[in-house]
């Protein structure tokens, strides 16, 4: 029997796709809450076999949902991880599976590969507070200071900075500027957080992120008297909830302390899909609430993974003076690297 979903016509998962994938389902079944496999499954199927036809690479954000995460990615990480591994890829086709900014980079990048992205429509609040405009606006006010951006913006206003940086290399890109001032943009909370830890003075934007602004200390007190959990968080939080946690990093930096601090009890201020997914790799840690989802995240779907890849569509392009000019600061990034945490 066949069912129509979302345009595309799937097959019902037959006893034989179940078997295929019974193990896989197991491990994930009885570790993430509310996993519809048997729906999963043919999606899962059809990926893994246009995949090798278009010989595709899947690279999954941290924040992809577990039935992405754990089944169909090759590749998963934070930003920075991304795009490094969007730097070396050999694959003809790239599907990103994150947010525009991430299949933006991964294409200034690769530029030879396609890159393909499930929805244009994931944005990022980061993202939009911010044009090239204003860039140049503010190096006009500030003559001679140099710019770093998050990554978390368009390839246009990376076209008109020096150098960008990640939540996992933040304050040792800051550093690499060798000035007393650096413009550090869009994000004010990750910007306030670099700005505590260095002594280069940082102009900062009034940008934020829509998911981790709404976190509050208040939350992370209740999670401590009520649960007795650890509390990591992202650096996109406002500066209280950072104070007030026992661990402050990047995605990816994230699941470095949980691997080398095993904690009974933890919750993670962030996204909601970064506890789902690690629950796979840490039965044994109880994972505690509270947790925003980012609806720009949640926009990837296995049946948009699969139709994108079946039509190759939508694909991802940057000019040509906006790419090279992007690549430069990103590639700027990649020299100074990984440190994790500020
Ligand atoms: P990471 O670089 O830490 O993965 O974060 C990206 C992001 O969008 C966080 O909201
Ligand atoms: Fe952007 Fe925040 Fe979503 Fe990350 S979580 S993609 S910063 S809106």
Redesign the pocket.
Known sequence: MSMIIDDVQVMEPSEELLEKYADLGKTLKDRIPCLEWEFHVPWIDAIRKLKRERNAVIMAHN?QAPEIFHTVADFTGDSLALAQESAKVDADVVVLCG?HFMAESAKVLAPDRTVLIPDLGAG????SSITGADVRRLRAMYPGVPVVTYV?TSAEVKAESDACCTSANALQVVEAMGTDRVLFLPDKYLGAHVAKHTSVELILWEGA????ERFTSHQVQQVRDKFKAAVVAHP?CPPDVLDAADFVGSTTAMSSWLRRERPERVALIT?CSMADNLRVEFPEIDFVKPCNL?P??QRITLPGIYRCLRDMSPEVHVPAEIAAGARRALERMLAVGRRDAV
């Open positions: 924040y947010v990022c609040s980061l993202a978390n992120c829509e998911v981790h996109e996204e980012c720009h995240m």
